[in-house]
T-cell receptor, first 116, second 116 residues
Framework: DAGVIQSPRHEVTEMGQEVTLRCKPI?????LFWYRQTMMRGLELLIY????????DSGMPEDRFSAKMPNASFSTLKIQPSEPRDSAVYFC??????????????FGPGTRLLVL | AQKVTQAQTEISVVEKEDVTLDCVYE???????LFWYKQPPSGELVFLIR??????QNEISGRYSWNFQKSTSSFNFTITASQVVDSAVYFC?????????????FGKGTSLLVTP
């Protein structure tokens, strides 16, 4: 079975440009998570969805970040305008049901973003 | 607030040595779940194990074993007869209630280097 799919795997852009990261969760999983990983802050939860509905976006850094999940098989994380401090690895993860603490999250390969 | 502490930032061992990675957590929940993930140099996050708070039996999977001790709020991970392929960053995580669902609260990770 296919795991979580993320694209692009690498993105280099210039400050001020719009960046869109994409994620396809594992089929049958109802919950989707976006994380950011940096050396300074480690792995941080940005936002998560359950049944395509955003449940908690308290980790989204600021208004420049937005996330959508138009259907059960696709989500985007957009940064507009991007800034050098947004450079990080962005992970998408999915699980069967975020309503239960026991559900294991499975991670995609990540998108390595560099903003110049 | 819940918290996960991995006090060992980096560990270096020689192949075939045993190594234990420490994880200490804080939570007010009576029922909770703990996880370990591996992040090899290629960057992906790989799920290793999930443990619930009401099962204190140690778990063994090949060269990997986990020691969960509720009394000391610890969930330590031991690799027996380490191999070069075990070199990775290992993350401990606690399932944390976030709004109406659950998300993972990660420790900062322990970087393990196994040399020949």
């Amino acid at each position: 079975d296919a795991g979580v799919i993320q694209s692009p795997r690498h993105e280099v852009t210039e400050m001020g440009q719009e960046v869109t990261l994409r994620c396809k969760p594992i089929s049958g999983h109802n919950s989707l998570f976006w994380y950011r990983q940096t050396m300074m802050r480690g792995l941080e939860l940005l936002i998560y969805f359950n049944n395509n509905v955003p449940i908690d976006d308290s980790g989204m850094p600021e208004d420049r970040f937005s996330a959508k999940m138009p259907n059960a098989s696709f989500s985007t994380l957009k940064i507009q305008p991007s800034e050098p401090r947004d450079s990080a690895v962005y992970f998408c993860a999915s699980s069967k049901n975020t309503g239960l603490p026991k559900e294991t999250q499975y991670f995609g390969p990540g998108t390595r973003l560099l903003v110049l | 607030a819940q918290k996960v502490t991995q006090a060992q930032t980096e560990i270096s061992v020689v192949e075939k040595e045993d190594v234990t990675l420490d994880c200490v957590y804080e939570t007010r929940d009576t029922t909770y779940y703990l996880f370990w993930y591996k992040q090899p140099p290629s960057g992906e996050l790989v799920f290793l194990i999930r443990r619930n708070s009401f099962d204190e039996q140690n778990e063994i999977s090949g060269r990997y074993s986990w020691n969960f001790q509720k009394s000391t709020s610890s969930f330590n991970f031991t690799i027996t007869a380490s191999q070069v392929v075990d070199s990775a960053v290992y993350f401990c995580a606690l399932s944390e209630a976030k709004n109406s669902g659950y998300a993972l609260n990660f420790g900062k990770g322990t970087s393990l280097l196994v040399t020949p």
